[in-house]
């Protein structure tokens, strides 16, 4: 089974802190995903990275960057946490090609960050 | 603009009875459809998918539709069941570019199923 694992659950942080999500995931995919799911609004891409040390914007990248130094890995980066990035933060992986019901987007389980 | 539309955020069934959700896109260039289905707290875990090319897909309780020139899908669970009560999501890929990385996600609709 594919796993993507978020290494916090639940995070608390004042505004202005930096704070830095780390996503692995175990099953060589090349592409890797952060979005964020807030009640009525669905989930948002925010970066995407299709290769090592590679990475798209997605439709929220304001506020945010992203690292991907090693392919396992993909850290998302709030800068300067403000309390509007108060959220749920997904991290998914999928293989490279055509999306289909074989080769779709795998999500963690979900970082629930507040920022006070 | 949206190109993934979930217009009911909620719907309620009685358990046993069947489950509709619907899903509307205004890309004509989108080829393949999924639904996943999320439980509070957890990641969204994928459900059912259909190719353009096709109008039906059945998995067990689940069948999707596709209706290409209305550009419109739904979800059918039949029976529901409370085990089914989460929120679902609509999905789609646009092959061309950078679409074809991603999926274009709809708002979702919460589905309750009552014992």
């Known amino acids: 089974d594919v796993k993507v694992t978020q290494s916090s659950r639940y995070l608390v942080k004042r505004t202005g802190e930096k704070v830095f999500l780390e996503c692995v995931q175990d099953m060589d995919h090349e592409n890797m995903f952060w979005y964020r799911q807030d009640p009525g609004l669905g989930l948002r891409l925010i970066y995407f990275?299709?290769?090592?040390?590679?990475?798209e914007k997605g439709d929220i990248p304001e506020g945010y960057s992203v690292s991907r130094e090693k392919k396992e890995r993909f850290s998302l980066i709030l800068e300067s946490a403000s309390t509007n990035q108060t959220s749920m933060y997904l991290c998914a992986s999928r293989p490279t090609g055509g999306i289909s019901s074989g080769n779709t987007i795998y999500f963690g389980e979900g970082s629930w960050l507040t920022v006070v | 603009d949206q190109q993934v539309k979930q217009n009911s955020p909620s719907l309620s069934v009685q358990e046993g009875r069947i489950s509709i959700l619907n899903c509307d896109y205004t890309?004509?260039?989108?080829?393949?459809f999924l639904w996943y289905k999320k439980y509070p707290a957890e990641g969204p875990t994928f459900l059912i998918s259909i190719s353009s090319i096709k109008d039906k897909n059945e998995d067990g309780r689940f069948t999707v539709f596709l209706n290409k020139s209305a550009k419109h899908l739904s979800l059918h669970i039949v029976p529901s069941q409370p085990g089914d009560s989460a929120v679902y999501f609509c999905?789609?890929?646009?092959?061309?570019?950078?679409?074809?990385?991603?999926?274009?996600f709809g708002k979702g609709t919460k589905l309750s199923v009552i014992p």
């Open positions: 990275s299709y290769d090592v040390k590679m990475k």
């Open positions: 999905a789609a890929t646009d092959p061309r570019g950078a679409g074809s990385y991603q999926l274009t």
């Open positions: 890309n004509s260039m989108f080829d393949y």
